[in-house]
């Protein structure tokens, strides 16, 4: 076993008819990841169904409660591995919660593979789906032009799609885009390469999701160190142990490195950097760590550790573009709780500067947000965030909106 | 990145960390589930990483069917003796003498009448939130949940109705008499649970490794033969050399044929098989295409 296979997170972004079931299904089978308990299940449902051959695409069917009731839950996982990678795909169903499902899959994603049917070259929801992943800034994208068999393996078919998907996808500022032919019915192009499309140089769709390089997918430059927990045992072995843990969601930390607190501005010296396995002279994103500092200073669950030479913004106000993900909509005299990093706040929404329209791109005013709607929105916190833009930061870009309420999580926001 | 390699171990086990100390951080009153299975194994040992050198600031807690493997809960009671935790035990025969739970024939399969105990359990001490070790690949229903599974005052699962998980930041809050399931290793499949176990060096029941076993064979099944399921007159016993993927009720969970002695062995046999961890082994899994979809609208874990 090599040690060195890296976890890469997709999610695919198309309808049922781009064959998104079926490239998933296709994937997995071709890769050898289904199991033949799990093969004889779809392959009695697709006879009792009249179907000749199985149908790969009922490997991503759904709950009893969805078949009863026509209707599709917003993301399953699904796991599988080649000998190079472990891969997480986030399937999310394309329909009318469209915008809410695929922000919530693509926030943890490092890639997203946008399935467009090569009869139909790019449609209104190939721009929707481009936009939410550049919205969320999905650092890879793939575009996978599928039914290829269905329009005769033309290669002036795929290249006049692929120069107008890469125009749009510029004006987004998406510049890593990779554009791949592929019939996930045939099996060409998706795992292996198939005798169809010869002319097509670059990788099959798994080779790439393989390859891609996503080490610099994290931020490498910023230390950012949201304190989680303060650890401290109060035992005779350790009695002056005072560690404050937490995960490193950007940069790196050295024992004996210079910090600064945030939002109080002390500063210290990293004394160690302790784990269950030892101590670390060295500690990257995103590893799990504890931090003893050389100075006794007054730190909680909530502050957050930098260095001085790259420092974050604090500050009680801000502007972020924001995904409504509740029913009930946006109610701009209310106060919400908000949660960002590992600090929770209340919040007030003090304008919605405009609402963006996913299809065309245009801004309107509005006075309200429901289910689905993206905005460009104003907002107030109670105590000050210790926050980078999301362009420049995922982990500390980002936060969520909760209902006192209802305790239900209603937005998601992104820092501008 | 230096010579640094984060490999998909490290990655899970970060994430793992990290969910476990959110859960400490922002929950009134958790508690770790824990029954002296692999999976649950893992999840100690993560939970070693997220805070020793202190102790957890939550029990382990264990709902016992009394249907489970001797060797199983040696290990559990071992384990937490080990380690110098508090282990919460609650069995169904409790509830079964409370009334709460009736059961037609106390040596048919337990798994069903779990989430009663629990819900007991949980109701008992005003637990908030329960940390267990499902994960997403064991099973459809499972691959469609939140790692913070929202649960009602009944300990329902509405899978229409589940809280949007969005980056990294976990919505924890519950009103009083809710709570809510949180899954650390959602995220690991049966594999990584194996690499794990090599790389840590985590003692594991001797079930899981291939031993001789006397079992009956029922339909596509390989039965364990115990106090509680003994031959039918026309079932012939066999001795086989068998281990078990899943350790649970012993009346209902099924081996598999192995002579796979060591881990390694272990990880070279999951990585050829071609039956899934509980298709293999968990018959009561079986009985209906959406059997643990509809145990987890009850209150199951």
Partial sequence: MSNAIQLLRFITAGSVDDGKSTLIGRLLHDSKSIFEDQLSAIAKTSTRRGMEAVDLSLLTDGLQAERE???????????????????????????????????????????????????????????????????????????????????????????????????????????????????????????????????????????????????????????????????????????DFRGYMGRIESGEIRAGDAVTVLPSGRTSRVKEIATYDGNLQQAYAPQSIAITLVDEIDISRGDMLVKAESMPNVAKEFEAMLCWLSESPLDTNRKYILKHTTRVVKCLFSRIESRMDVNTLARHSTTTLNMNDIAHVAMKVQQPLVFDSYARNRSTGSFIVIDEATNNTVAAGMII | MGSHVFTHLDALESESIHIMREVAAECKNPALLFSGGKDSIVMLRLAEKAFRPAKFSFPLVHIDTEHNFPEVIACRDKLAKDLGERLIVRSLEDSIKRGSIVIKDPDLPRNPFQSVTLLETIAEFGFDACMGGARRDEE???????????????????????????????????????????????????????????????????????????????????????????????????????????VGDMTCTAPVES?????????????????????????????????????????YF
């Avoid at chain 1, 670059?202 to 989680?228: A, C, K, M, W």
């Avoid at chain 2, 589940?162 to 049966?190: A, K, M």
């Avoid at chain 2, 082994?281 to 509809?294: G, N």
Wanted: charged share 25%.
């Fill in chain 1, 69 to 239: 009731q026509g209707i599709t839950i917003d993301v399953a996982y699904r796991y599988f591995a080649t000998p190079k990678r472990k891969f997480i795909i986030g399937d999310t169903p394309g329909h009318e919660q469209y915008t809410r499902n695929m922000v919530t899959a693509a926030s943890t994603a490092n890639l997203a593979v946008i399935l467009i049917d090569a009869r139909r070259g790019v449609l209104t929801q190939t721009r929707r789906h481009t936009f939410i992943a550049s919205l969320v800034r999905v650092p890879h994208i793939v575009l996978a032009v599928n039914k290829m068999d269905m329009v005769g393996y033309s290669q002036a078919t795929f290249d006049a799609i692929c120069a107008e998907y890469r125009a749009f996808a510029a004006q987004l500022g998406l510049h890593d885009v990779t554009c791949i032919p592929l019939s996930a019915l045939v099996g060409d192009m998706v795992v292996d390469r198939g005798d169809n499309l010869n002319w097509y140089q670059g990788s099959p769709l798994l080779e790439h999701l393989e390859n891609i390089v996503i080490d610099y997918d994290v931020n490498t430059t910023d230390f950012r160190y949201p304190v989680q927990w303060v650890c401290r045992p109060q035992t005779q072995e350790h009695h």
């Fill in chain 2, 140 to 246: 459809k229903a499972r691959a469609k949940e939140r790692i913070f599974s929202f649960r009602d005052e009944f300990g329902q699962w509405d899978p229409k109705n589940q809280r949007p998980e969005l980056w990294d930041t976990y919505n924890t809050r519950v009103h009083n008499g809710e709570n809510i399931r949180v899954f650390p290793i959602s995220n690991w499949t049966e594999m990584d649970i194996w690499e794990y176990i090599g790389r840590e060096k985590l003692h594991i029941p001797e079930i899981y490794y291939a031993h001789k076993r006397a079992v009956i064979r029922r339909g596509n099944s390989v039965i364990p033969v115990s106090h509680l399921v003994q031959p039918k007159p026309a079932e012939k016993v066999e001795t086989l050399s068998v281990r078990f993927r899943t």
């Fill in chain 2, 259 to 299: 002579t796979a002695h060591t881990v390694e062995e272990i990880i070279a046999e999951t990585a050829t098989t071609r039956i899934t961890e509980r298709g293999a082994t968990r018959m009561d899994d079986q009985t209906s295409e959406a059997s643990m979809e509809l145990r987890k609208k009850e209150g």
